[in-house]
């Protein structure tokens, strides 16, 4: 079994900075491929941005393009989520997720485990 450990996130104003990161443990003998979901009340979860298991491509929402990066951290199967620019309509509970057969990282079926979540509030 593998598990994610979150950390980051929090509050911030608008056009304020935030980097969440993420680092699996358990069975990860693989290179994961993970990515970063949000999610408010009564809205479905929705990817933020994720990469490839082997990390070769690379995903981002379009509403994050451009401020949001997602990155390998230098441990194996970590993930850091730099937020840049962000914006009311950012916040979220954040959920790291990762999995062995990631082809299609916006897809949230092709993430097998999935972390607790992270707070990430932006005000104005």
């Known amino acids: 079994q593998v598990q994610l450990m979150e950390s980051g996130g929090g509050s911030v104003q608008a056009g304020g900075s935030l980097r969440l990161s993420c680092a699996a443990s358990?069975?990860?003998?693989?290179?994961?491929?993970m990515g970063w979901f949000r999610q408010t009340p009564g809205k479905e979860r929705e990817v933020v941005a994720g990469?490839?298991?082997?990390?070769?491509?690379?995903y981002y929402h379009n509403s994050v393009k451009g401020r949001f990066t997602i990155s390998q951290g230098d441990a194996k199967n970590t993930v850091n989520l730099q937020m840049n620019s962000l914006k009311p309509d950012d916040t979220a509970i954040y959920y790291c997720?990762?999995?062995?057969?990631?082809?299609?990282?916006?897809?949230?079926?092709?993430?097998?485990?999935w972390g607790q979540g992270t707070q990430v509030t932006v005000s104005t």
């Open positions: 997720a990762a999995g062995p057969y990631v082809a299609d990282p916006s897809l949230p079926q092709e993430y097998n485990y």
């Open positions: 358990g069975r990860t003998s693989s290179s994961l491929g």
């Open positions: 990469f490839t298991a082997g990390g070769r491509n690379t």
